[in-house]
C-alpha cells in the first residue's frame, strides 16, 4: 500500500510517495515557498500528483506533519473536523506553522476527499517530558492557565534517527541513553531514553536552545526590556530581531547559512570563525546537560543538513565533548560516515555517528499505523 507524506515547511513543500513496508519512494518533491505563495506551492504539488494517476489510484491515505500539537496531541491521530479545530486551537503558539499546515491539509482534502488523512505532530515526542523538563520556574498558573510550558520541536526528526540508530547499533533496550543533534536552519537537541524522549533544547518556542542559522537560542530574557528601550522597538520587534537577525547571521554578519560560513572561514574571515566556534561551543555543552536526565550517554547522533554534511562542526563538537570519551575518528567523520554504519568515532562508548533524518518515511509509517494498516 502507499501512503503520501506531506512536509510543509516555512520555506518549501516536501512531499513523498511511500511504501511504507520497505520505505521505497514511488515519487518525491520538493516546491519553493516564493514570499507569501503557500497556496501556490501546494497547488504544484497536487499537479504533479494528478499527472500520476496511477500512483494516486493506489494511495490509501495521506499524512502531514503539522508542527504543534500542544499538549491535546501527544500522537497522530486520523485528521476530522474536531481534529482540525485542535490544531487551530494551538495556532496562537505557533503563528508560523500551523495555518501552513492547515492550509497543506484542507488542500490535499479538497484534492482527494475519500483518502483518510492523518496528522503527525513535530512536539508530539516531547509529550514524555517529565514536568521538571517542561516547566519553567515562573507562576504555576501560567502554565494551568495560558499552557506556558515547553514543548519541544523537530520531534519527527529526532524520532526518525533515534529508531533508526536503535536497529543500527543495538540501541533498542529500555535503558539505552542516545542524544541526537538535528542542525538544519532551526537546531535542538533530544535526550532519548529506552525510546523515549526525556529532554529537549528547544521550549514553548522554537527560539530556545541552541545557536542557530536566524536564531539567538538562549539569551538573557532582561536583554528584551533593554534592547526595547535602547533600539526604540516593541517587543514584536525584539522577538523579530532575535529570530531573524541573529544566530550565525547576526554573530558572522556574513550569513546564516553553514556552507557559506565555512567557505567564508576558510577566506579566514575571524567574525564567521568566531560565529562557528560559538556554535559548536552552544551545541557540545548543551549535549553534555543531557548526561542529567540520561544518566549516561551510549549515542550522540548527528542530522539535518548541517549535522550530516559538516564534518567540520562535527569534529569540532567531539573534541569539546572529549571528556565524555568521544574520540573522532577523522577518516570516518571528513566521510561523513558513509560506506560504513555511519560511525565517526573509535573505541567508546559513548558513539558517535551521523544518521540522516527520514521525516518523510516516518510521517508514512505513522499514517499507516494510525490508519490501522
Ligand atoms: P531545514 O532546517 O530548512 O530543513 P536543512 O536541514 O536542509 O534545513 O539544513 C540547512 C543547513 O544545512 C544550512 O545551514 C546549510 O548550509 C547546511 N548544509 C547543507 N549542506 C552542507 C554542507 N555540505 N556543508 C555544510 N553545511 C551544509
Redesign the pocket.
Known amino acids: 500500500m502507499l501512503w503520501l507524506a506531506l512536509n510543509c ?1 516555512s ?1 518549501s513543500v516536501k512531499f513523498a510517495v511511500v511504501d511504507a513496508t520497505d520505505g521505497a519512494r514511488r515519487l518525491a518533491g520538493v516546491q519553493e515557498i516564493p514570499a507569501g505563495e503557500a497556496q501556490a506551492a501546494l497547488d504544484a504539488v497536487v499537479a504533479e500528483l494528478a499527472n500520476n494517476p496511477d500512483l494516486v489510484g493506489e494511495l490509501a491515505g495521506i499524512g502531514h506533519r503539522v508542527v504543534h500539537g500542544g499538549e491535546r496531541f501527544s500522537e497522530s491521530i486520523r485528521i476530522d473536523a474536531e481534529v482540525l479545530a485542535g490544531i487551530e486551537g494551538v495556532s496562537p503558539m505557533a503563528p508560523l506553522h500551523n495555518p501552513l499546515n492547515l492550509m497543506g491539509i484542507q488542500t490535499l482534502q479538497r484534492a482527494f476527499p475519500a483518502l483518510p488523512q492523518v496528522a503527525v505532530f513535530d512536539t508530539a515526542f516531547h509529550q514524555s517530558l517529565p514536568p521538571r523538563a517542561y516547566l519553567y520556574a515562573v507562576p504555576h498558573s501560567l502554565y494551568t492557565e495560558h499552557g506556558v510550558r515547553r514543548y519541544g520541536f523537530h520531534g519527527t526528526s529526532h524520532r526518525s534517527v533515534a529508531h533508526q540508530a536503535a536497529d543500527r547499533f543495538g540501541l533498542g533496550g529500555k535503558s539505552a541513553r542516545i542524544v541526537s543533534a538535528h542542525l ?3 537546531c535542538s537537541t533530544a535526550a532519548v531514553l529506552g525510546g523515549r524522549c526525556v529532554e529537549t533544547s528547544m521550549g514553548f518556542s522554537p527560539l530556545e536552545g541552541l545557536v542557530m ?1 536566524t536564531r539567538s537560542g538562549d539569551v538573557d530574557p532582561g536583554l528584551h526590556a533593554f534592547l526595547g528601550q535602547r533600539l526604540g522597538l516593541d517587543l514584536a520587534g525584539v522577538t523579530r530581531l532575535l529570530n531573524r537577525e541573529s544566530g550565525l547571521l547576526g554573530l558572522s554578519g556574513v550569513s546564516g ?4 560560513l ?1 567557505a567564508a572561514e576558510a577566506r579566514g574571515d575571524v567574525q564567521a570563525a568566531l560565529a562557528l566556534e560559538i556554535f559548536c561551543y552552544r551545541l557540545a555543552k548543551n549535549i553534555a546537560s543531557q548526561v542529567v536526565p540520561l544518566g549516561g550517554l551510549d549515542a550522540l547522533l548527528f542530522t ?3 549535522g550530516e ?2 564534518a567540520r562542526v562535527r569534529a569540532q563538537v567531539l573534541e569539546w565533548l572529549a571528556p565524555l570519551g568521544f574520540e573522532i575518528d577523522a577518516g570516518a567523520n571528513a566521510r561523513h560516515g558513509e560506506g560504513t554504519d555511519g560511525r565517526i568515532s573509535v573505541l567508546g562508548p559513548p558513539l558517535a555517528a551521523v544518521v540522516a533524518t527520514d521525516e518523510e518515511l516516518l510521517i508514512a509509517e505513522e499514517t499507516a499505523r494510525v490508519l490501522g494498516d
Open positions: 515547511g520555506s538544519g536552519n532551526g542559522g547559512d553553514m556552507r557559506e565555512e539535518g543538513g548541517i554534511n559538516s
